[in-house]
């Protein structure tokens, strides 16, 4: 495994830390915490597989446990770190934090589903082996995710569609 490899991996890894978790501090520890099991157990990485799916799969592994793991609140008094990123108009300020809430809104499954599609640009294939899913689930929780976000975005509330099974 080539460092460079990993180092031209990292602003993909800090952009989805950061869509995943939502706070720039804590999105740089995960990143951080992923290169750092990465180059711990590069033995484990397989010559010629996806070294960016590989990466993604242990920060996915990381963020399970960490929301596993019982925390404490705390909050920083530090500006720099509530600063997002704005474009210039006051309306697509707005778009994004529905969009944000929005996400917040979906279960992990379909928010990872949908932030590694629409974000990372990964394929249904790299999805499923990061995940540890099979295609076709990354391909339903992406339709069931895009749906949900769809009405949310309507502001209409998503509704589960039960059958009566008698």
């Known amino acids: 495994m080539d460092s460079s490899a990993i180092l031209a991996e990292i602003p993909r890894l800090r952009r989805y830390a950061r869509a995943l978790v939502g706070d720039r501090a804590a999105a740089d520890d995960l990143v951080q915490d992923t290169l750092e099991r990465a180059w711990t157990r590069q033995h484990q990485w397989r010559e010629g597989s996806n070294l960016r799916a590989w990466l993604f799969g242990i920060m996915h592994n990381l ?3 960490q929301l596993r793991r019982p925390r404490l609140a ?3 008094f530090d500006d720099n770190d509530y ?3 704005t474009r210039p108009t006051q309306a697509d300020a707005l778009e994004l934090r529905d969009l944000e809430s929005a996400l917040n809104h979906l279960a992990d499954e379909q928010r990872e589903v949908l932030l590694l599609v629409g974000l990372e640009e990964m394929s249904y294939a790299d999805i499923a082996a ?3 899913i099979p295609v076709g689930t990354v391909m339903s929780r992406l339709s069931r995710g ?3 976000l769809r009405l949310i ?3 209409q509330t998503p509704t589960a569609r039960l059958k009566v099974v008698r």
């Open 130 to 132: 990061t995940l540890r």
């Open 74 to 76: 705390t909050h920083s």
């Open 63 to 65: 963020r399970v446990d």
């Open 83 to 85: 600063e997002m990123p």
């Open 146 to 148: 895009r749906e949900r």
């Open 153 to 155: 975005m309507d502001g």
